[in-house]
């Protein structure tokens, strides 16, 4: 990758998207600008339809913007090959989702092993790099369960630990507490917010849950395939408590 000096860790330039053609075309993305420097948190957000899932997509290189620029570390991600693009995703990203996507008959540990198996990993570096991320994500001693054995927070535990086995630099999440009750979404919010302060990971999330966005340092909000606003955010943990007036 490219040394992009001041250049933030993404940008985005005048990024449109368009689906179908002619008559029936759909633009979902109108010319959206984006900076995001290396270790924010980011939380999107927007209406059905306003363009916050295509932008995930765009961002996470799983989809091509039909016009603009993007650039991830100085490197123009939309002249990049489906390969490179697919190598630059194994390389500095990792992907959590609502449904957590796990193989039923599999292990915690062999769910998390996965993408070190798609990097021609040796076994026991996959072991032991499994082992720590489940650490990380507070299942010491769960490696061994199959997601049948595990309680919906604990599934999308197992899906983080995967997402930052390979240590990545940006996490990307979407609707990543869609499927979990209260306690259980905060738990998990906790869990991205150690892993961005503590970690550096930066974190990308798509939520429509406002009490879930208020764990992020910025909100961004798309209308219309634009960003309506992008706002810094006081981190909920950070905030004082009523009780004792300290950080959470």
Not at 120 to 129: D, L, M, S
Not at 236 to 246: A, K, V, Y
Request: glycine residues 10%; negative net charge.
């Amino acid at each position: 990758m490219t040394d992009t000096g001041t250049l933030p860790l993404i940008r985005l330039r005048n990024i449109t998207k368009t689906y179908g053609e002619g008559a029936t075309a759909f633009l979902a993305l109108r010319g959206v600008d984006l900076d995001i420097e290396a270790g924010d948190f980011v939380a999107i957000m927007g209406p059905s339809g306003s363009g916050k899932s295509t932008a995930m997509n765009t961002l996470g290189c799983l989809d091509v913007p039909s016009g603009g620029e993007y650039l991830f570390r100085g490197v123009h991600v939309e002249n990049l090959s489906r390969d490179e693009r697919a190598r630059l995703r194994r390389r500095y990203m990792g992907f959590v989702f609502q449904g957590f996507h796990l193989l039923a008959r599999t292990s915690a540990q062999e769910n998390v092993e996965l993408p070190l198996v798609y990097r021609g990993e040796p076994a026991a570096q996959r072991h032991e790099a499994a082992r720590r991320a489940l650490d990380k994500v507070g299942l010491k001693g769960w490696e061994h369960h199959t997601p049948a054995e595990l309680s919906g927070g604990q599934q999308q535990r197992v899906a983080i630990a995967r997402a930052i086995v390979t240590e990545p630099q940006v996490l990307l999440a979407d609707e990543p507490t869609g499927n979990l009750d209260t306690q259980r979404s905060h738990e998990i919010m906790e869990l991205l917010w150690r892993l961005n302060t503590e970690q550096g990971i930066t974190v990308l999330m798509v939520t429509h849950e406002p009490d879930m966005a208020v764990y992020a340092r910025r909100i961004v909000r798309f209308v219309d395939g634009v960003v309506a606003s992008d706002e810094p955010n006081e981190p909920l943990l950070l905030r004082p408590t009523p009780e004792t007036g300290h950080v959470a």
